[in-house]
């Protein structure tokens, strides 16, 4: 395990809400304990339906904060003494209910009170169905969190509860923990710098029911915008059509096809300082799109395509104060073909992903990356997460 106490703040109070991953965060108690860490829990009436608070009265070897406790049993007021010792609040897993009352500053129960009481840091760790977490006003609740300073781990997609594959599972209890403590450390150094990104696939109509894709998950672009975000910078992120959840406190703007990605980068570009080209813009789109979907008639069918302009060149051309970042995904001559890239399109870094690897790149959570930039060496940047390749390539934007 990475992460480390720092031994002056290592007061974790962890609140449990009713969701089904509760069982979860029992493992996730015994990791911080593991690391060095005290911690205390507090429960809902909700979550002590799904498990016991004794299991968690012997790991942390202490009492369980509730709703009945008698008050001579604790501390004085011991929603305030709870708030006042925490170094970190972590709500996990963090109900659409407890996020809906953080959101509005509720408290109308011990965990909703102590949370408004308390001036650690808080985290939460939303799990839920997929069509509650996609509900307007729980995005509208959890966009609120992170104006607020809190952060918030976007939910993982697989096998929810329910018994199908959705988005709003919890996370497991290791990358919660190692979320948690890369947030606790991460510095604000993007304060003030507006950042624009582009992510994922473009899509081009071919009829009303068919279209030209690619295979681009958009995980690099969305780590690249959660992880600005969080160092604090005003992120504005354009996106094609992607599986992924909406990065915290990140304005996201969809699109479809590159001639709506071209015009929403360009009205965006001059009131931006980084700007981040990572969206897979296709190179064609269609000449005339069929107003009505085309028949078989047994006959091949020949598509007109036409070259789409080269966005980032355009903005190569065009850019004043803007630190200008491209992505290139090569399979051969990487290098000879990036940095020939670099050049013709003015940039101040380009990112090169090797596709001919089915390890990383497309599709997957890590990446292996070579940075070019004028004037240095190549530095190559190991296989290794997207939000930690997403981190370097930011440090390497600010001491451009
Ligand atoms: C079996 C069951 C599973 C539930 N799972 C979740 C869940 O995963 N996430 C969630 O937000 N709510 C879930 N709920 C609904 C919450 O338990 C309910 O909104 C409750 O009022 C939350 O209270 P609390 O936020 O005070 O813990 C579930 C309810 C039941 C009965």
């Known amino acids: 395990m990475k992460g480390t106490k720092n031994v002056s703040k290592n007061h974790v109070a962890m609140y449990i809400t009713g969701g089904i991953a509760v069982y979860k965060t029992a493992q996730l108690a015994r990791l911080f304990i593991k690391a060095g860490f005290e911690v205390r829990v507090a429960m809902t009436s909700a979550a002590q339906k799904f498990v016991n608070p004794k299991t968690f009265e012997v790991l942390t070897n202490h009492h369980v904060y509730n709703d009945f406790q008698a008050t001579e049993e604790l501390e004085f007021v011991p929603h305030i003494a709870l708030a006042d010792w925490t170094d970190m609040a972590i709500v996990v897993p963090a109900t659409a209910n407890v ?159 590159a001639k709506d990605l071209q015009q929403k980068v360009e009205s965006k570009f001059a009131q931006n300082d ?58 051969q001559n990487l290098l000879e073909n990036g940095n020939k890239k670099l050049k013709e399109k003015n940039l101040d870094m380009l990112v090169l992903n090797d596709v001919s690897r089915s390890d990383i790149g497309f599709n997957s959570s890590e990446n292996e990356v070579r940075l070019l930039q004028p004037e240095k060496e190549p530095k190559l940047l190991k296989k290794n997460t997207k939000e930690n390749i997403a981190n370097e390539i930011l440090d390497q934007l600010l001491i451009l």
């Open 274 to 331: 980084f700007v981040i080209m990572a969206a897979a813009v296709s190179d064609f789109h269609v000449k005339t799109i069929a107003d009505q979907k085309i028949k078989k008639n047994g006959k091949n069918l020949q598509l007109d395509l036409v070259a789409n302009p080269d966005i980032l060149a355009g903005l190569g051309r065009i850019k004043v104060h803007q630190r200008l970042v491209g992505f290139a995904a090569e399979t």
């Open 99 to 257: 996020i809906a009352k953080m959101s509005n500053g509720l408290a109308d129960d011990f965990v909703s009170t102590a949370l408004l009481a308390t001036k650690a840091q808080k985290f939460v760790i939303p799990a839920m169905n997929e069509n509650m977490w996609q509900q307007v006003v729980t995005q509208r609740n959890v966009q609120a969190l992170a104006e607020d300073g809190i952060k918030v781990m976007p939910p993982a997609t697989g096998f929810l509860a329910e018994g199908y594959n959705g988005h709003g599972r919890m996370p497991e209890p290791d990358d919660i923990y190692q979320w948690i403590v890369a947030k606790n450390e991460q510095k604000q150094d993007l304060n003030g710098i507006n950042v624009l990104i582009t992510a994922g696939p473009t899509v081009e109509e071919i009829d009303p029911v068919r279209y030209l894709t690619n295979r681009s998950s958009g995980k690099m672009g969305y780590s690249l915008a959660q992880e600005a975000a969080d160092r604090g910078a005003n992120v504005t992120l354009i996106s094609g059509p992607t599986k992924l959840a909406h990065p915290t406190n990140v304005t996201v703007i969809d699109i479809m096809s």
